[in-house]
């Protein structure tokens, strides 16, 4: 995880495209700028962070689902709850599942587990784009061999 660049996740452990499910990992820093700020004395990871984590777990399924033709936008976020604090040097786990997809749009829930305890979750709409261009997708296609997306997933058949 490199909280600095909005790099949340760190390896893919399941994408189910039939179930329509995905599994992440990533290790919370034990340092970071961020836990200066939040807060001195007592470091927990923003919650504005872990809803980002769900949106990029959820976007990755999204990918994988839509095999690299459209880009997941984030466009809403709703029911969002912190159930628990998220400290550095935590190993989070992070579920997502798609519950519609059409007309565009794209709608998943998300949780967020420490250790097997639910310590946030959330429902998070995506506007589903065309990529804006080939740097773009290029980019995409790099962070998905740094995390495992396995291209099996999006093979055309």
Do not use: C
């Not at 927990?44 to 936008?73: D, H, N, T, Y």
């Not at 997708?137 to 997933?153: C, D, K, L, T, Y």
Request: net charge negative.
């Amino acid at each position: 995880m490199q909280l600095e660049y909005f790099h949340l996740i760190d390896r893919i452990v399941d994408l189910n495209l039939d179930e329509k499910r995905i599994v992440v990992e990533a290790q919370v820093p034990k340092q970071s700028t961020i836990f200066e700020g939040h807060f001195p004395g007592y470091p927990l990871m923003p919650g504005v962070l872990l809803i980002e984590s769900m949106a990029q777990a959820s976007g990755w399924l999204l990918l994988g689902l839509l095999k690299l033709e459209r880009m997941p936008i984030l466009a809403a976020v709703k029911d969002a709850k912190v159930r628990g604090s998220v400290f550095p040097g935590e190993l989070i786990t992070i579920e997502a599942g798609l519950v519609h997809e059409g007309s565009g749009y794209a709608l998943t829930e998300a949780k967020i587990r420490v250790g097997g305890k639910l310590r946030a979750n959330a429902t998070l709409t995506f506007t589903l784009i065309p990529f804006p261009n080939s740097d773009m997708r290029g980019f995409m296609n790099s962070v998905a061999e740094r995390i495992g997306f396995p291209q099996q997933a999006i093979a055309h058949d």
